[in-house]
């Protein structure tokens, strides 16, 4: 199964800006939908941020709109998955997860931690 790294984590000050990058160990077959999630500390649920299909229709979490934007490097399988963070905010404090659906397979990276402080 495809490993998907992802990378960009960091320590910023409410207001500033991020840009994580998620990428495949292989090319991606099929792939449905690709997304970003975030768990923030110490809740156990992970929250959809934003995600992306495969014809490029985006979609994002009412807490995000506006202020993030997710892209991926082209439309090849392969391709680099993006999040930009602008105007981050302390609830915004999480650890990020890529992932990436290609039926049957759902890929997950370990995650990047982001902390936003006030």
């Known amino acids: 199964q495809v490993q998907l790294v992802e990378s960009g984590g960091g320590l910023v000050q409410t207001g500033g800006s991020l840009r994580l990058s998620c990428t495949p160990s292989s090319i991606l077959f099929n792939v449905y939908n690709r997304a970003w999630y975030r768990q923030a500390p110490g809740k156990q649920r992970r929250e959809l941020v934003a995600s992306i299909r495969s014809g490029g229709t985006t979609d994002y979490a009412d807490s995000v709109k506006g202020r993030f934007t997710i892209t991926r490097e082209s439309a090849k399988d392969v391709a680099v998955l993006y999040l930009k963070m602008d105007s981050l905010k302390p609830e915004d404090t999480g650890v990020y997860f890529c992932?990436?659906?290609?039926?049957?397979?759902?890929?997950w990276g370990r995650g990047t931690e982001v902390t936003v402080s006030s």
């Open positions: 992932n990436a659906v290609a039926p049957p397979y759902t890929s």
